[in-house]
């Protein structure tokens, strides 16, 4: 008789285990640790997160073998495949330059109160954010509707509660908006689920897939909007036009590197989630969402790109920066309707594209986080950088340049043509036209950007004669810089540590 009681692969979870773990331990360490003490909070988070990306090395194998657990006769709900241990690695590895980031708002004064700058409680702030992560290495492995569902939204109530820490009256405002929009985002979502689940009468990502393929015709309607409003879900957390309204408001009125928090780490577990519902569940109805999604990709980063023209806040600017990326990450999935069966060999684009935009983002936001305690938020505020502080205008300028894809950037220039070759290879050329237009029209305001930095100081910015712009910068924002540069110039020198991700055989299992 078989046992109704599930095996456990406790290797397969580790990672999301030792993230939970250590948010379960930095949540106790601040109940005792006090004053100069609770220093010693980001690094337990930084430790978390280093222990979960060395348990991704022995669960990588060389024969591309898929390594499940929780399984049923229906299929497993957590998989670990090659397509789960690149997202993994992108999530935690982002999360460990958005830690190096926060340090310097979370460090204590020696009365035990908030960080020196009074922004956040760092107790709270390394607590939240660990749990966020965890939902979003957990999503990365999630094989069924329901493990999906609760990842998600495991990512996404603490991230409310980050983005409401700042005290300056921004943050409340913020996170109600990122609420309400994410709660009515995921009732739509919820719907969806239910409507799959009634006409197939399965959760797991390949059954749905199988029962699609053989469905009653009289079914095949309500399955199909089932689909629809299941990727709406995702939609938002990606911020896709029409459901990225959120984003600039959030941003700005979030801590900036919670604002790089949810540029980098949750829209990368919200495309995780995409590509694991849309590659493989609906992969029957890729003639379906194949299209809308092309359309919404074309959408997107074209507004994105044309609102970004008019911003003149630096936040706000990569806020809708950001906007326009997601659309390029989507152009792979609107591929999908030339494609057929062959998503295998297009949605791995955006995989690729992800790693790389990870990295240039994540760079631009340390240079933000550090001109913001110096000048101020405003891109006015970088003219003269370069007079001020040379390396970390260069560093702006390289991460500007990797976004607009232009040398010496190369590494964004890489991930692009990757893309366009998906968008050339599957016929629907009309969306390569419409991303290389927009690729023009983002190279105006990244490229006015970078003139700033070179340009001659404007009056009332500090200068190397004051001494104003030489102020000792926090070894942590440091490190960041230097990780997220040196990974800059890699991939730019040696694209193939992304790009391999593109030939890894069976990426969506």
Not at 166 to 189: I, Q, Y
Not at 240 to 250: I, L
Not at 482 to 506: K, R
């Amino acid at each position: 008789m078989p046992s109704d009681v599930q095996s456990i692969d406790w290797l397969a979870i580790a990672p999301v285990v030792a993230v939970a773990g250590a948010a379960l331990v930095v949540l106790l360490a601040d109940l005792f640790l006090t004053g100069a003490r609770k220093a010693a909070l980001p690094w337990l988070t930084l430790a978390g997160l280093g222990i979960a990306l060395l348990l991704l090395l022995p669960l990588h194998r060389d024969d591309d073998t898929a390594r499940g657990t929780f399984c049923s006769p229906s299929g497993c709900s957590y998989v670990v495949t090659d397509l789960t241990l690149v997202l993994q690695l992108v999530l935690l590895g982002s999360a460990f330059v958005v830690v190096l980031l926060s340090m310097p708002m979370t460090r204590p004064d020696p009365d035990g109160d908030a960080g020196d700058e009074g922004e956040v409680p760092g107790g709270e702030y390394h607590f939240l954010l660990l749990s966020s992560v965890a939902g979003a290495v957990a999503l990365a492995g999630a094989r069924d509707l329901l493990t999906l569902v609760v990842a998600l939204e495991t990512l996404s109530l603490p991230a409310f509660a980050l983005v409401g820490l700042r005290r300056d009256g921004h943050g409340g405002e913020a996170a109600l908006k990122f609420f309400l929009l994410s709660v009515a985002a995921t009732a739509v979502m919820l719907f969806g689920v239910s409507l799959v689940y009634g006409t197939t009468g399965s959760v797991h990502l390949a059954r749905i897939a199988d029962d699609l393929g053989r469905l009653d015709p009289r079914l095949e309607t309500v399955a199909a909007t089932g689909a629809v409003l299941t990727l709406v879900g995702f939609a938002f957390k990606v911020a896709a036009v029409p459901f990225h309204s959120w984003v600039p408001d959030t941003y700005r009125g979030a801590p900036i590197p919670v604002a790089a928090y949810l540029s980098v780490v949750s829209k990368t577990a919200g495309f995780a989630g995409l590509l694991l519902v849309a590659g493989i569940a609906f992969r029957p109805y890729a003639h379906i969402w194949g299209p809308a999604l092309a359309v919404l990709a074309a959408v997107t980063m074209t507004a994105g790109n044309v609102a970004a023209l008019r911003q003149t806040d630096a936040v706000r600017l990569l806020a809708w920066s950001s906007i326009a990326q997601s659309g390029y990450v989507l152009v792979p999935f609107g591929t999908a309707a030339g494609q057929g069966e062959e998503l295998a060999d297009t949605l791995p684009a955006a995989v690729a594209y992800l790693a790389v935009y990870a990295v240039m983002n994540l760079g631009a936001f340390a240079v933000v986080t550090l001109v913001a305690r110096e000048r101020g938020g405003l891109v006015s505020d970088y003219q003269g950088l370069f007079r001020a502080r040379p390396i970390v205008a260069l560093g702006m300028a390289f991460f500007l340049l990797c976004l607009a894809g232009i040398p010496p950037g190369l590494a964004g220039l890489f991930a692009k043509v990757t893309v366009f070759q998906a968008v050339i290879g599957s016929g629907t050329g009309w969306l390569a036209v419409v991303m290389a237009v927009n690729v023009v029209i983002g190279l105006y305001y990244y490229l006015a950007w970078t003139a700033r930095l070179f340009a001659p100081s404007a009056p009332g910015l500090p200068s190397p004669s004051d001494g104003a712009g030489t102020a000792r910068t926090p070894v942590p924002l440091v490190a960041a810089l230097v990780v997220t540069g040196a990974l800059g110039v890699l991939l730019s020198v040696a694209p193939q540590v992304v790009l391999h991700v593109l030939t890894v055989p069976g990426l969506l299992g």
